[in-house]
């Protein structure tokens, strides 16, 4: 029995056009031999009545302060009715089909309510209706703990459920269907001459997704790539072959780019010039335990560079005046990152890409790097042009 994961996400489940699009898709799957497990997201976006805002809304409007546990009880319900939806649809072309949540379908969590752990997952449950002729329909962005309670597991959870039962049930690939055709050079809006990637690495997609790209997420990558499940991004709505993320050879220098806009970088002076670890390390401490998440971070011995959110910033400056430290503010920043696994002992690049960049006049106030991953600071008005100056620079909108 040759398994396959296909996912859907709420704007192909949201209308009966879209249901219909989907179900052919699972059906395609059947007719070329496979055994479908599918699993869906909670039906449309914030107003449809049965998406997660709508829940959240609807208890939210009685008390703001809802506990986690009886959040993820009710969240969860969206994609329980989505997944009844959906089998009954399946059933209806007549085709057997069955819906199961998340616990139902094997899969058991932490109890870290709100952004809940995969721990394990049964396959059992699934297989034995699989073999049985049932087309599975899973709820996704959820589990069970130990003793009963029903979790959610956080952003990105029906792609995490999908990947997950992918490697559980060895499946011969994970298919994510959403509404574009694949995973993108570049965010189009930005670059119209974008292109979709025929194929992508495991590492490169998870640093896009980090630094920005919203196709797929970063923690549901790194689920498969412990087994070397192959993901394929497709768009429901067309026959695009969409993207393939997979293990192998970097084909490319730079793969793509991804951007963050909306934010602030913190300048933190350190005992006049000379550096002090005892100081270093209050400034991280500080902010780890009022939970601001930084990034884009340089040591230096005059001084801490790094990056927060916009939002964080009022409460992140707040924190280091309390404490006694002077800081600098940069606001209106965006961050640019270029992600190649190709640019991996190739001399030249930052050169070359600094260049282009300093040469249109581009101002970099701060950068970073990693094995495959390069990233500047620019000032927000300059991030538009800077990420189509690369995009150019690279070729990467030729086919």
């Known amino acids: 029995m040759k398994l396959i994961v296909q996912k859907f996400g709420g704007t192909s489940v949201a209308t009966p056009e879209g249901r219909e699009k989907a179900i052919q898709r699972v059906l395609e799957a059947k007719a070329k031999g496979f055994a479908p497990v599918v699993v869906v997201s909670a039906m ?4 449809a009545p049965y998406a997660t805002d709508t829940l959240i809304n609807l208890v939210r409007e009685i008390d703001r302060d809802v506990q986690a546990r009886e959040l993820d009880l009710l969240t969860a319900c969206g994609e329980i009715i989505s997944s009844v939806v959906m089998a009954q649809s399946i059933k209806a072309k007549g085709c057997p089909a069955i819906a199961l949540t998340g616990g139902q379908a094997g899969i058991r969590t932490d109890a870290n309510f709100g952004n809940a752990q995969i721990l394990e997952i049964n396959p059992n449950p699934i297989t034995r209706l699989a073999k049985a002729g049932q087309i599975v329909v899973v709820a996704g962005f959820q589990g069970v703990t130990e003793d009963g309670g029903i979790t959610t597991l956080g952003r990105g959870g029906s792609d995490t459920t999908a990947t997950a039962l992918g490697v559980a049930l060895k499946a011969e690939e994970v298919e994510i269907y959403t509404d574009v055709d694949g995973v993108m050079t570049v965010d189009p809006r930005v670059v119209p001459e974008a292109q979709i990637l025929d194929r992508i690495t495991y590492r490169e997609i998870c640093e896009m997704a980090y630094q920005g790209a919203k196709v797929i997420h970063p923690r549901a990558v790194e689920i498969a790539m412990t087994e070397q499940v192959p993901i394929r991004i497709k768009n429901t709505f067309s026959d695009a072959e969409g993207t393939l993320i997979a293990q192998g050879a970097a084909e490319r220098v730079i793969t793509g780019l991804a951007h963050l806009t909306n934010l602030v970088q913190v300048g933190v002076a350190l005992n006049n010039g000379k550096s002090s670890q005892a100081n270093e390390v209050e400034v991280f401490k500080l902010l780890a335990d009022n939970g601001i998440s930084i990034d884009l971070i ?80 620019v000032p927000m008005e300059q991030l538009n042009k800077a990420v189509q100056l690369l995009h150019n620079k690279f070729a990467l909108g030729q086919s």
């Open 44 to 47: 449309g976006r914030n107003g």
């Open 298 to 377: 340089s040591v230096l011995p005059k001084g801490i560079y790094f990056t927060v959110k916009e939002e964080a910033a009022e409460k992140a400056t707040g924190i280091l005046s309390e404490a006694g430290f002077e800081y600098t503010l940069q606001k209106d920043c965006g961050k640019l990152s270029v992600i190649g696994a190709g640019m991996t002992n190739v001399p030249g690049v930052m050169a070359n890409l600094m260049g282009t960049l300093h040469r249109a006049g581009v101002e970099i106030l701060q950068t970073s790097d990693s094995e495959i991953t390069i990233s500047f600071l």
